[in-house]
């Protein structure tokens, strides 16, 4: 039996499915205060099935199932109704199909398909219920495409700004990571496919990925890096997680039994099926023993993986018993049987790239977009009196649906800033447009665009003289200018970490030189990790940042320079002003070589600035409004609390200015009496709230007491120390706007 539960949003209806089984298992989203139910548990009513299935399989059948076949499949076995497992990338949407044995396109013509926001820009939403939104949408997609696997979310914290695949990832802070995990892996696994979150573990660096072996003590482990993984499988319920490619402590991730078997399987309780990352398995007999269930991507027939022949011959030579064998092939069955591949009469078809999906892109587009100055007012833009408008930057025009080391998105629609401008300006206002710089790289082997990582040669930063020149002209004989600049998906990408902060291809220069000409000039920075932007910030009155947003994205960021939308994203991460300020770098312990030391412990991002007073360029949650808000009347529902109980946060929020608007209301701890080490500020509860201009709204953030644990390595447990704790809220990590003090008893 099944209960449709219709939940209210801010903006739109959501449904949610669940079990009658699974009703004492709800939990409660704090920043909705909306009930969120988590994804089925992976059942076990099948075994009788499972049992009978493995009984008829050959040996030669089970090896097909524990590794790829193709390019996203495993075998299946026809015969018994067991059919092939199809996976498919998804941190962008759907990708296209590709041949079978090769990464070149199938060449077919139905698989266009949405091209959703990144994970950043997810996370600069700040809303949990556009993550759900974005896995349910990006979900009925995979199951249009007839897919049972979507290799997505990509949760891995963002430990340095300079990380190729940051633009990937959510955040640097893991309680928003897995509040945001959470609801996208529901979103996906409500339309029977299962959500694989990768990737498991501690995989934050793109340089020397593949086997460069990462130490942190375990502290720093348990409350940096595997809080999202361990919400995304005790919350959500998530039936895939994919091992990465780097080594922890020694051992190879995908055959690393502490990880994979202890962490994840007896002390949580996964019972999902781990599948490696593309090419990650170094060996046989460990690989299986120690926890993967599938093998993908390794570069050698098929019959060669090391779960293949090899497989086989181990077997036949008592390396490995069959009942292990069968152990990985009843966690498989599971699952199949799990999203309905197997025996599912009624699972879900799905629905490809239709106007409700774009409409998805829309929104999470529009809430991500963050304003990060605006001294002038130009913003939002005042049409009136204005006949013309210079739109500066190759980004005007740049499409990123496609491009870089990673998985993109076939689209049939991809509205750039420039065409997004286009559909919403009057007919009468003149666009004046300049390319302004161009996309010059040293060196372009195979256009890969390999120079831009970190051991090699960087992109061409002189400007091209005739197109500096139309540039000039273009912002002197306009009304204002808009210059859309930052980066791009070939320049961050998958595979390389950037060399440094610096703009690329002479974009401070072209910046600085349309300011000088036109000072009625909007910077507009598109883009997924943070760049040095300390003199643009100075020079420019108005400074907007945006994603690589989705099909809709250049309509979303017209809104919100014409002020249809009034900008609400906040920044998921620390923008520094220098590298050298970022945590990792500061202590030399980026990128490592054959061994990285992840030395700065639990001070990670924002925590880092924060405790060693450190100024930032744009802290954490930073975002900036056409409005002004008023948070009062800050006070807690109780003035101590045990272990067992819930902190309620009251506040008031106040829209002072004279446009609608969402602000998110953020709460960071302190723990100032502290026995042990502590960063001075811990985001531990969120709220956005949507609020009419002059209007209030009382608003109620939730923190469970267990939230203000450390985990204590001495006793392998988490310990809530009692005493005197201090609850800031602000809206950022620098801009506290009340406290509360309170007592745990």
Known sequence: ????????????????????????????????????????????????????????????????????SSKFATEGVERLGIPKMNMTDGPLGIREEISKDSWAPAGWDNDFATYYPAAGSVAATWNPELSYKFGNSVGQEARARDKDVLLSPAI??????????????????????????????VGIQDNDVMACVKHFAVNNQETNRDFVDVNTDERTLREIYLPAFKASVQEANAYSVMGAYNKFRGDFLCENDYMQNKILRDEWGFKGIVISDWSAVHSTVKTLVNGLDIEMGTRKPANEFFLADKLIAALKDGE????????????????????????????TEGSLATEEHYKDAYDI????????????????LQLEGINS??????????????????????????????????????????????????????????????????????????????KL???????????????????????????????????????????????????NTIVVMIGGAPFDLNTIKEKSSSLIWSWFNGSEGGNALADVILGKVNPSGKLPWTMPKRIEDSPAHATN???????????????????????????????????????????????????????????????????????????????YVSHPGSSIEKAAKELKGFKKVFIKSGATQDAIISIPVKELAYYQVSTKKWVVEKGTYILKIGNSSRNILGEVSIKIN
């Open 365 to 380: 587009a529009e809430e991500s977009i963050v304003l990060l100055k605006n001294e002038k007012n130009l913003l939002p």
């Open 1 to 68: 039996m099944k209960i449709n539960l219709i939940v209210l949003s801010l903006a739109t209806l959501i449904l949610f499915n669940i079990s009658c089984k699974d009703a004492t298992k709800l939990t409660k989203d704090v920043k909705t205060e909306k009930t969120l139910f988590p994804s089925e548990e992976i059942s076990l009513d099948n075994e009788t099935k499972i049992d009978a299935l493995i009984a008829e399989m050959t040996l030669e059948e089970k090896a097909g199932m524990l590794h790829g």
């Open 389 to 466: 408008i210079a739109v500066i930057g190759n980004n005007a025009t740049k499409k990123n649906a496609l491009g870089g080391y990673g998985a993109g998105v076939k689209t049939k629609r991809e509205i750039t800033p420039l065409d997004g401008l286009k559909n919403r300006l009057p007919e009468n206002i003149k666009i004046n447009y300049a390319e302004g710089y161009l996309e010059r790289y040293s060196k372009n082997d195979n256009d890969q665009k390999i120079e831009v990582t970190l051991n090699t040669p960087t992109t061409i930063t002189e400007l091209d003289p005739e």
């Open 469 to 519: 020149k139309e540039a000039l002209e273009a912002a002197k004989k306009s009304d204002l200018a808009i210059i859309f600049a930052g980066s791009n998906r070939d320049y961050e990408t998958e595979a390389s970490d950037r060399k440094d902060l610096s703009l690329p291809f002479g974009q401070e220069e072209l910046i600085q030189k349309v300011l000088a000409v036109n000072p």
């Open 589 to 667: 312990s980026f990128p490592g070589d054959e061994s990285v030391t992840y030395e700065e412990g639990i001070m990670v991002g924002y925590r880092w600035f924060d405790t060693k007073n450190i100024e930032p360029l744009y802290p954490f949650g930073f975002g900036l409004s056409y409005t002004d808000f008023e948070f009062s009347n800050i006070s807690t529902n109780k003035d101590s609390y045990s272990e067992d109980e819930d902190i309620q946060i009251n506040l008031t929020i106040k829209n002072t200015g004279i446009r609608d608007g969402k602000e998110v209301a953020q709460v």
């Open 320 to 347: 490995i018993s069959e009942e292990e064998i069968d152990k990985h092939i009843r966690r498989i069955l599971r699952v199949l049987f799990q999203v309905k591949a197997i025996d599912g009469t009624d699972r």
């Open 156 to 185: 891995n914290i963002i430990r340095t700004p300079l990380g190729g695949r940051t633009y990937e990832y959510f955040t640097e802070d893991p309680f928003l990571n897995k509040k945001l995990a959470v609801p996208f892996i």
